[in-house]
């Protein structure tokens, strides 16, 4: 079983990926963490140093082969890579990989992510709540077209990840 977790910074991928593949007792992968590590460099690094074009390259080829080497694993991808080289298509075409869409509220969203901010390249230049607002309100309309074609969406607001691990183990059962 491979279980893609997918959805807007934030909307924790990584903290319900951990406690999910845990609870399955597979393996966990942070698709950022592989890229960094095979990049030797960390995100905001290679995109400073290369671009967005490198970065996204990178992690579709880092992508197909985390995919490709694992049979069971649950893998939290970047806000932004079911957007891009027909990704989505990818997923879901393939029947061993179960996609799942944490789907987050725009308060939700920026309220998470305004402090941390700095560590991420594509908001750290926006200064009040109320810009980045704005930039997630925008990114999410042009991504929710990707988003929504997951087999599963899961509103998040208000669970905690223990509810949403739970809820997460009911829908793929």
Avoid: W
């Amino acid at each position: 079983m491979k279980i893609v977790l997918i959805g807007y910074m934030g909307c924790g991928k990584s903290v319900v990926g951990k406690q999910l593949a845990s609870k399955l007792s597979i393996p966990f992968k942070d698709l950022d963490d592989e890229i960094e590590i095979v990049e030797g460099k960390s995100i905001p690094q290679i995109f400073r140093d290369k671009g967005e074009i490198y970065f996204r390259k990178t992690e579709n080829d880092i992508l197909k082969d985390t995919l490709s080497s694992e049979k069971n694993l649950v893998l939290a991808t970047g806000g932004g890579t079911p957007c891009y080289s027909n990704v989505m298509s990818l997923l879901i075409s393939d029947k061993e990989i179960i996609t799942i869409y944490l789907a987050s509220s725009l308060d939700t969203l920026t309220d998470r992510i305004f402090n941390e901010r700095f560590n991420r390249p594509l908001i750290s230049h926006l200064t009040t709540k109320e810009k980045l607002k704005e930039f997630i309100a925008k990114h999410l309309f042009e991504r929710s077209q990707f988003y929504n074609q997951a087999l599963y969406t899961l509103r998040i607001d208000n669970l905690t990840i223990e509810e949403v691990v739970n809820e997460i183990t009911l829908k793929i059962k």
